[in-house]
């Protein structure tokens, strides 16, 4: 299975700040996924990031607020921009692992705290 | 979207005791799996099971696609079964790899 490491693990910021959340996988793989788990709430999608291309955002989700990068196989980041205390949540990257029959594993989380 | 509905929503348990958790979904799917979150926010992967029967350890897993539900068996619960079980669906026209996530069962393993 594919391991996946985030950083930062946590951040407090403060309104109107930005911050960029790396991910980074120990295999190649094609797609990269970034999901938001609101506090006591489960995972929403934010975009599927594929190497080469725009991001693939899903409704309710800009690339404004949520711009993402993915420079290789191997690697992705997030930016959640401008944020406000709404913004408070713990964000995920995935990736699929196509050899385990379509299985997904997560990255340990970023949680971010916006004051 | 393909909707996810899990029960219970909470379950209290005293170790030792088994649990089956459940999850219905509205419409075909290609992929299933079952997640525990950990109380640090870690998502770990139980079982792919978009369809049978998958035992790893005291946990099973059983889908009947035919009928659009996933069980999730824990037996001799541990109290490092706490935390939150998610099951999630990839629908068959959906984006490619996207998952749709139930609310979860938080589940409690009291000593």
């Known amino acids: 299975s594919a391991v996946i490491s985030q950083k930062p693990s946590r951040d407090i910021c403060q309104r109107g700040t930005s911050l960029t959340i790396q991910c980074q996988v120990d295999s190649q793989v094609t797609m990269m996924f970034w999901y938001r788990q609101q506090p006591g709430q489960s995972l929403t999608l934010i975009a599927t990031?594929?190497?080469?291309?725009?991001?693939?955002?899903e409704s309710g989700f800009v690339i404004d607020k949520f711009p993402i990068s993915r420079p290789n196989l191997t690697f992705s980041t997030l930016t959640v921009s401008n944020m406000s205390p709404e913004d408070s949540s713990i964000y995920l990257c995935?990736?699929?692992?196509?050899?385990?029959?379509?299985?997904?594993?997560f990255g340990p989380g970023t949680r971010l705290t916006v004051l | 979207g393909i909707q996810v509905e899990q029960s219970p929503p909470d379950l209290i348990l005293q170790e030792g005791a088994n649990s089956t958790l459940r999850c219905n979904f509205s419409d075909s799917v290609n992929n299933l799996q079952w997640f525990h979150q950990n109380p640090w926010g870690q998502l770990i992967n139980l079982f792919y099971?978009?369809?049978g029967t998958k035992q790893n350890g005291r946990l099973s897993a059983t889908t009947v696609a035919t009928e659009r539900y996933s069980l999730l068996y824990i037996s001799s619960s541990q109290t490092t079964d706490s935390g939150v079980y998610f099951c999630a669906v990839a629908d068959r026209g959906s984006t490619l790899g996207r998952l749709y996530f139930g609310r979860g069962t938080q589940l409690t393993v009291w000593p």
């Open positions: 099971i978009p369809s």
């Open positions: 990031a594929n190497q080469g291309s725009e991001a693939t955002y």
């Open positions: 995935s990736v699929e692992d196509r050899g385990g029959g379509d299985t997904q594993y």
